[in-house]
């Protein structure tokens, strides 16, 4: 799975700590998802989705591997 969390992220003007206060996760949780480390939950990202306004698949792209 690939997401555009960082290039979103940036768009909004926000740090990683910010998005992570936005979202009550650590900025280690918001780093570990952008170099896709960790997969966040359906929860999360859901969360995440609507901080960016943007559809889930907008944001968490599968890939054929996947």
């Not at 003007?13 to 280690?28: A, N, P, W, Y």
């Not at 859901?46 to 792209?61: H, Q, T």
């Amino acid at each position: 799975m690939i997401n555009h969390v960082k290039e979103f992220r940036v768009e909004l003007g926000k740090t990683q700590q910010e998005l992570g206060d936005l979202l009550k996760v650590s900025r280690q949780t918001i780093f570990s998802i952008e170099t896709g480390k960790y997969i966040p939950s359906t929860l999360l990202s859901l969360k995440i989705s609507k901080i960016f306004n943007k559809s889930v698949e907008e944001v968490f792209v599968l890939e054929e591997k996947d």
